[in-house]
């Protein structure tokens, strides 16, 4: 038999012939690869109307049987192959429709990712240490966590002086009760206890690192902050060597033709004591808003070391002399690029510090 003629076979059965009307429908109406899938389901599933009708076969008298077998079984295949053809059809316009929405523009750059740079305080603390590297100076540092003998007494701080107060300083309460005087240095200062104590003269040393105020964050204040401290111990140094390094230093860190100027002040751990300026490397000299209008900017403080320090460290203040300065990191770099607020430096957002 042709299919053709199976074909008018099947429409003419009652029962086998409106499975065949009905799944050519199902068919046709299938709009996606969805509902050709609920067709297979409705005809030949488990329960499907077709697989309830093979399963029907069996039971009929012999002679029915054959004829029934075989056009059953001729619609089920013809079925089976029209929802794969359909089927095919439909998943192949699917995946196209799919393809033209979602275009994929290969020559299309990349997104780059943000990438970090050295901290503009990291790097000014490197150009400050290479300065004094070159002038012979050796880099040292000291703890953070200090012991009130090394960040006041030893530098001649008395116990009646404003910086002790609790309000300054950040002090550390320690379990077990064995020290009773830590906190967090205020200065960078006691290191220079911490290395004269080690070593004996000469020394020239610097040493940068954090230090801690309990003040509130503004535009010029922030409770950790980063100083570079400086100490040189020799045979008959005097303030003149103080002044000629720190002019050195200034030139190199602002500029050739910066100038200094010293303004008496007072230290406990210096005699004489100065403020040192610079002068303004925005306007030149001639007043402008970074310098508030004086031509003059402070950049540290300094001094030639008070002999009750030697004597806490057990050196001779007969013997030896020495200068000594302290300088804010943070200060150096706002006047150095104008950044007009501290509070920049530890937003860590790289619009910002990838500008250095
Ligand atoms: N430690 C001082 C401060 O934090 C700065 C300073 C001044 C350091 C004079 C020195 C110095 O070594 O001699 O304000």
Redesign the pocket.
Request: hydrophobic share 45%.
């Given at each position: 038999m042709t299919e053709d003629e199976l074909r008018e076979e099947i429409s003419a059965d009652p029962e086998l012939g409106t499975i065949y009307r009905e799944a050519s429908i199902a068919l046709e109406n299938a709009a996606d690869s969805s509902a050709i899938e609920s067709v297979r389901v409705d005809f030949l599933g488990r329960k499907g109307s077709l697989s309830a009708l093979l399963q029907g076969i069996k039971e009929l008298p012999q002679d029915e049987r054959r004829r029934a077998g075989r056009l059953g079984n001729y619609l089920k295949s013809w079925l089976e192959r029209s929802l794969e053809e359909k089927g095919n059809k439909l998943r192949r316009q699917e995946l196209e429709s799919t393809l033209s929405q979602q275009r994929l523009d290969i020559t299309l750059p990349g997104r780059s990712m943000p990438y970090g740079t050295r901290h503009l305080l990291s790097r000014i603390i490197e150009e400050i240490e290479d300065i004094f590297i070159g002038m012979g100076y050796r880099v040292v540092e000291g703890p953070e966590v200090e012991l009130d003998y090394y960040n006041f007494e030893a530098?001649n701080t008395p116990e009646w002086h404003p910086?002790k107060s609790l309000s300054d300083t950040f002090y550390v309460d320690m379990p077990g009760g064995e020290y009773d005087d830590v906190l967090l240095r205020?200065?960078?200062?006691p290191v220079?206890i911490r290395v004269m104590e080690t070593t004996p003269p000469p020394l020239y040393v610097i040493s940068p690192g954090k230090?801690y105020r309990h003040d509130v964050p503004d535009a010029t204040h922030s409770p950790m902050f980063h100083?570079v401290?400086?100490?040189a111990v020799d045979e008959d140094i005097t303030l003149g060597d103080l002044k000629g390094t720190l002019e050195h230093f200034a030139k190199r860190m602002f500029g050739e033709d910066r100038s200094v100027r010293f303004r008496p002040?007072f230290?406990p751990?210096?005699e004489p004591?100065?403020?040192v300026d610079v002068s303004c490397n925005i306007c030149g000299g001639t007043g402008c808003r970074v310098c508030k209008g004086t031509g003059w900017l402070e950049i540290?403080?300094?001094?030639?070391?008070d002999p009750n320090v030697f004597e806490y460290v057990g050196y001779d203040p007969e013997a030896i002399s020495g200068?000594?300065?302290?300088?804010?990191v943070e200060r150096i770099a706002l006047l150095k690029y104008g950044v007009p607020d501290i509070r920049y430096f530890f937003d860590n957002d790289l619009r910002l510090l990838g500008q250095y």
């Open positions: 530098l910086s205020t200065q960078t200062s220079q230090a100083q401290e400086g100490l002040h230290f751990f210096t004591s100065a403020e540290l403080g300094a001094g030639m070391v200068f000594a300065f302290g300088m804010g």
